[in-house]
Nanobody
Framework: QVQLVESGGGLVQAGGSLRLSCAAS????????MAWYRQAPGKQRELVAD???????NYADSAKGRFTISRDNAKNTVSLQMNALKPEDTGVYFC???????????????WGQGTQVTVSS
């Protein structure tokens, strides 16, 4: 069984910083692109940032210049450093990854349980 576990959310004032982490575990052969998504109250889940196995990064316009995504391929982890946080960054942040299992199945349908980020004004 493969799972993603996030950590690092919390309550912070506007202008503050948080660092989210996500670890993939289980019968994993390879982890491909890893990503962070955000779901604000009453809104659809949206991509915040993703990073390929080779380290190529992609950011939502709202995250550019403030957030940095990074990963450790040896540990199958991904992190999101969030600086200059704004109230509109509030939401549940989910980790997602493309994973090849030992059984030869590739899936991007695995999600973490989510971690709440609340930015107060």
């Amino acid at each position: 069984q493969v799972q993603l576990v996030e950590s690092g959310g919390g309550l912070v004032q506007a202008g503050g910083s948080l660092r989210l982490s996500c670890a993939a575990s289980g019968r994993i052969s390879r982890v491909d692109t890893m990503a962070w998504y955000r779901q604000a109250p009453g809104k659809q889940r949206e991509l915040v940032a993703d990073i390929t196995r080779a380290g190529s990064r992609n950011y939502a316009d709202s995250a550019k210049g403030r957030f940095t995504i990074s990963r450790d391929n040896a540990k199958n982890t991904v992190s999101l450093q969030m600086n200059a946080l704004k109230p509109e960054d509030t939401g549940v942040y989910f980790c997602n990854a493309g994973i090849l299992t030992f059984g030869g199945i590739w899936t991007s349908a695995i999600w973490g349980q989510g971690t709440q980020v609340t930015v107060s004004s």
